[in-house]
């Protein structure tokens, strides 16, 4: 069984950045690709970077230049680092893990925008 916990949400004024980790329990972590989504209320959920299991990353358009997803494996932990933050990235992002054997997702952690 795969669980994954997100953390380093929080409050942030506009332009500043944060670091979100997810750490991943199990021995599947190594060959799973690994994204992050986000939703905002009333929203649907919506990928924002994904990494895969060779440490390729890709990007939302929405994001593009503001963030950069890696992983550490030996840590089973994906991380996204986050720039020039503005208002409308608020949402409760999420990972997700991808495996041969199915999908997992973490609970969630909130990242909220404002001055």
């Known amino acids: 069984q795969v669980q994954l916990v997100e953390s380093g949400g929080g409050l942030v004024q506009p332009g500043g950045s944060l670091r979100l980790s997810c750490a991943a329990s199990?021995?599947?972590?190594?060959?799973?690709?690994m994204a992050w989504y986000r939703q905002a209320p009333g929203k649907q959920r919506e990928l924002v970077a994904s990494?895969?299991?060779?440490?390729?990353?890709n990007y939302a358009d929405s994001m593009k230049g503001r963030c950069t997803i890696s992983r550490d494996n030996a840590k089973k932990t994906v991380y996204l680092q986050m720039n020039s933050l503005k208002p409308e990235d608020t949402a409760a992002y999420y990972c997700?893990?991808?495996?041969?054997?199915?999908?997992?997702w973490g609970q969630g952690t909130q990242v909220t925008v404002s001055s």
């Open positions: 997700k893990l991808s495996a041969p054997n199915g999908e997992y």
């Open positions: 199990g021995s599947i972590f190594s060959i799973s690709s």
């Open positions: 990494i895969s299991r060779l440490g390729f990353g």
